[in-house]
């Protein structure tokens, strides 16, 4: 992935920085491209952290998921590097991410990956 | 929210004040407004809570909720506002919100907030 | 409630009390009425506890729990009075009750309360 | 409900006029208002027609079901009424209201009707 | 049962008398006595009905139910007492009762009984 | 299976001979035992008849089914001798079985017969 | 498929030839390879027929089943191969085969063929 | 869509056309864009069908699908277009086309469309 | 009880004596007879252990658990008569029997029992 | 089994070494051959494992999992199989194991196995 995906994504202010709370966003539609064969993926990324300073707004977070759609990325990578990018633009206390992709030759795989310290 | 709301919620004494125990209250039919687009949110707020000397009187706990409805809210904010209100109303030794909001764009919301300490 | 109701809970001797094992009883057709409205409410009761020396009986645990059939009590004192007429009855290591109500106006609560040392 | 709500309906050609096809559109968060005790009904509107010239286009159905929001009005008749209203603007073939409300005092209603000949 | 239990069934005019439809109604927490133990029974009554003039309240229905609470019948003469009384009260073209009981030695049993014409 | 299991079986009259209504009856604890190994069948016996003059009595309907439980008899066959000596005990205007087998040697059977003409 | 499999199938009386009752057999555990990619394919088999003189005795239709285990095989054609099969077996009055497939490239097949006359 | 996309389909031939049968094939990862917002849709499109001479080939079908990911259309005009690609490429004596798209603003639609005469 | 049971439980040897790892075996065929009416009494038996030089020999323990069948035995002293025997013959270095009963007088019931340290 | 089947099993390099983070695959297309009967068992194969250095790919795991396809294994063996041939593949930090086979006999069994600390 050569360009970087993550100027898009915007945060506002967390009016509530006193308290360690949770924020769970799952996102059904996520689609990207397999590198190998240039089919289609499809998954389900489930994003839950705990904020500090900066919550991620969500609009901004569907455009951002929607420029992997057209990106060829193994599994793996793409779970982990939505973890860096969101990490990177709300520096969480605490975040994780579950991406589960549907099924390919009878066979599916979920990637999880998480930052920050155990709350 | 420019007005208080929490005046209308009335508690009830706690007869068994001895013994830690856990009330859990579900309810699926809470809606806000969106404060950007003017447009309609729904979702499910669950709160669970173990009583010290007061409990929330259900009947008052559905009004409160009820003036949500055409109030304009972020997610995260109305989550936070709720715990407070409660917190204050029952002085509970322990109380979390769950606040899970019905898709919009794909995406789904859910946030979660906890008072007091660990039992 | 005026009257006694634990008087009709029969126990049995625990032939395994060398063991601490647990039993669970779930009871899906408890019915009480309203204090205020007069109204009848309907709920799931579970219990789980850890025997010592005696077990409920369970027709005598189903004929103790038709008494609460067409009398006035709140959610949250009928878990607790079972919980306490329970524990006196088989005196268990440990003992928990869930009851779980039908929703009213929208809202569904359920109580759980616990005696006795963890296991 | 004094004032009309239908005028916001907004409609599109179908393209495919020579075929007898059904769109079904399914809006699960439609709430009003109970005439008699001024509390908030919740259900979920199903609509499922056969498109002769015009289809309904779904923002504005989205805006329209938005204006029973604060309206008074009985189950029966809010079904019979956003069925006579959407016919009007769209002159189906065929078409089916299914309203199904949220319990209210442990009982739960689903009201059904239908306007044109069968296909 | 000695008393008639249908005079607390109350009506309201039917505003759509012109239209064919369907009104649904599922009451789930539906409890008589069996006649020949004493011992409560449980079960779900739903009610399908096309409205002539009249159609049920429904806060009137939930109390003509709540009369059989204490009350011992059969099953089978349960259901058809319960469509001969709604037939009665609201005339309907046609309409259908389903009341099926919850377990009892292991078999579950639901009776389906129709007045009125096919529609 | 030599002796005869249908004496057991009573009946009570119907009170509703006027109408056709349906009684479904569910067994979802019926066992008997394979005639070729001897090891244990288990399955779910439904039935569903609508009555004339008389109604199976539901205690002795379950004790009957019991009949079977250390009786070797294939699965085609259960179906239809349970549906000859209903039919033979209460002259349904019609009834049908439904014998539904848990599976063998991943192999899931289910058997159905019906006597009398369409309702 | 140079072979014939369908030697293995064996057949026993029908004992109630006088009645149009329905035999439903699914076997979840189909598997055969596919004939472009060699790769294994997945699916469950249902059958449903009703016998005239002859049913088909249960394991051998399982072994019969398992002889796919390492065919290569269209699903179109595994489908009606089957039925015909065991159609020539037990010369049933009606036969229905339903061979449902797992996904393959995130495509699900079902295949549904049917001989004799609709009963 | 300016473009024509069914050159990409391959069929094979029937092998069994003597026999009416059907074939329902379900693809869960539709995704195309909205043409008014430029904002990716998801959706399940299930085919069924009764081939006449020729199948669809299920690989050739996956990537013509795939064509519409980039492609802005109308709910209603992607069902139809689907069908008449399809028809057009197997001539089917029966084809029925649902396509089902997740929710937009809290409203799921649902469109079905037939060509070819019942069976 | 009078007679043994277990001597009919079979034993293989553990080929993974290095590891601790978990067998799980769930037997919903459970019947036996209770004690006091002689009515049959169905369930699922869940056995999990950690073996250690030994693992039970599943159709042995089928066997083993249809000796229950005519068997007169309260729910509790089963489960851990079960427990009991099985831990006799496999030396496991952890075990817990779950039996959970199906429903009788609207009630249901779950034993738990363990043997052997925590892993 | 003689020969060797993780020969096949091809791994990648993890970009992500320095952060613990879990992969699951599910795989519900196992199959194996029963050593005693010969008879084909089914089950589902769960993988889930914090990886090292390296990660499987997934097509070289799909084809060893198939080289089972014809073999005889005991499920308690074919588990603790795969989980070292896994392991010595990839290398990981943790890995866990857990098969699941269809029903035998009314028996369910399930077999979970372990290498590598707790993370």
């Known amino acids: 992935m050569s360009e970087p995906f993550a100027d898009i994504l915007e945060t506002f202010e967390n009016e509530y920085p006193g308290r360690d ?3 769970e966003v799952v996102a ?6 397999c590198p190998r064969t240039g089919q289609p993926d499809f998954g389900t990324i489930t ?11 969500l609009k901004s977070l569907k455009l951002y998921l929607q420029r ?3 990106e060829g990325m193994f ?10 990018d969101l990490a990177t633009a709300v520096r969480p206390r605490r975040m ?10 009878g066979i599916r795989t979920t ?3 998480t930052v920050g310290k155990e709350t």
């Open 75 to 84: 599994y793996e990578h793409a779970a982990n590097r939505i973890l860096d």
């Open 47 to 57: 994003i839950r952290y705990v904020p500090d300073r900066r919550c991620v707004e």
């Open 21 to 23: 709370y949770t924020i």
């Open 68 to 70: 992997f759609r057209n």
């Open 96 to 105: 994780t991410i579950e991406a589960a992709f549907t099924p390919r030759g």
């Open 111 to 113: 990637v999880t990956a």
């Open 28 to 33: 059904p539609e996520f689609t990207s491209v």
